[in-house]
């Protein structure tokens, strides 16, 4: 069985109601070996807790990744984030084997290919100063190294260090393992062949890695200055009166910013308070990959959540703590007829983040 329909077959099997899957990897290409398995990426409704899991599924072997839609796109976004889109390339250069969403998938697939052949950018001056100190180093630790286990140590950090420079110079993806030599071999097959051919001769190595280091500059140790004072930063002082409404809201409740990026120049820390009108209810709702503290100050609100497919329901008072995990889908209510409910939050990023929702089901 080839391998998209062995894919195929497989989401049938395990994921009958799945939204959509993919399958790549190796054993879509002509990287293909005796060993290759299947990756393949299930998106499911209603998922509370991704999970990858390798397992062998009749003759193949098999790495799945399954998603709910929301924890797909935040996988996506921090691989993008490092530079390494490898689940991104799955979904993207590999096939669809399911779609009952009537085409998110293509969309999906379109979209990341865009994003992919787009780039990461280009390396920041801090970053780029960051390479060729950390490479300059290697090279000094290898030409002074007389061990020769050491020396076998070094040489294959110098050969990574080596790629991940001229990918970052080029504007390229990066990889780790064999996926490191398949960037490089396609961005610069020259210098692949000649890191593959030096990687044992510690002299030649450093003639290969020298030069690229004179692509971004040249060596740089001597002089090499990190700089950064989170010490000595001013306190910042934002009066009760001067709180924003300029932040993300739910119908049903009143959120000010008091600490965010924009109000004090926090950059991990977002802190504010929110108000709900008696007798009223906020839309279910989720807050992406923020860890949320909330501190009740007046009134009883309630917190909602599913738990067992069964709605949990918190009821509070004043001097109460209640803790939101990440993506968690939850409300916020507030049965009292007559009294405001007010409550301080802390989140653990820079700004609100609010994804409303048809219900509390994760997605």
């Known amino acids: 069985m080839d391998p998209v329909s062995a894919a195929r077959a497989l989401v049938e099997d395990m994921f009958p109601g799945a939204l959509y899957a993919f399958v790549g990897g190796s054993a879509l290409t002509e990287h293909r070996t005796s060993t290759s398995d299947l990756d393949v990426v299930v998106v499911l409704d209603g998922l509370p807790t991704p999970y990858r899991e390798s397992l062998r599924w009749r003759e193949w072997p098999v790495e799945l990744f399954v998603h709910s839609e929301t924890s797909l796109h935040a996988y996506l976004d921090k691989d993008f984030d490092r530079r390494q889109p490898s689940l991104a390339r799955m979904c993207a250069e590999g096939a669809v084997v399911t779609d009952r969403t009537s085409g998110r998938a293509s969309d999906l697939q379109a979209a990341l290919s865009e994003r992919l052949a787009a780039g990461p ?63 490089l071999r396609a961005h610069d097959p020259e210098l692949a062949e000649k890191l593959l051919t030096a990687h044992d001769d510690s002299v030649r190595l450093s003639g290969v890695a020298s030069d690229v280091l004179e692509r971004a500059g040249g060596r740089l140790w001597e002089g090499y200055r990190a700089e950064g004072d989170p010490f000595h930063r001013p306190l910042r002082h934002v009066p009760s009166g001067e709180l924003s409404g300029d932040t993300a809201q739910s119908s049903g409740m009143r959120r000010l910013a008091a600490i965010s990026g924009a109000t004090a120049g926090s950059s991990r820390l977002w802190m504010g308070q929110t108000h709900v009108a008696p007798a009223t209810r906020s839309s279910d709702h989720h807050h992406g990959a923020s860890e949320t503290a909330i501190y009740v100050v007046s009134g009883t609100p309630s917190f909602v959540f599913l738990e067992d497919d069964q709605e949990v329901r918190l009821d509070t008072k004043p001097g109460d703590y209640i803790f939101v995990p990440p993506y968690v889908p939850h409300r916020e209510e507030n049965p009292d007829p007559s009294q405001e409910a007010v409550v301080v939050i802390a989140r653990s990023t820079q700004e609100a983040i609010v994804v409303n929702l048809p219900d509390l089901r994760p997605r």
């Open 121 to 183: 950018g280009g390396l920041t001056s801090s970053q780029a100063e960051r390479s060729r100190y950390a490479l300059s180093d290697l090279l000094d630790d290898l030409s002074g190294a007389t061990d020769p286990g050491e020396q076998t140590f070094i040489r294959w950090q110098v050969v990574q260090e080596t790629a991940r420079m001229a990918l970052g110079l080029g504007r390229r993806w990066q990889g780790s393992g064999k996926w490191l030599l398949r960037e």
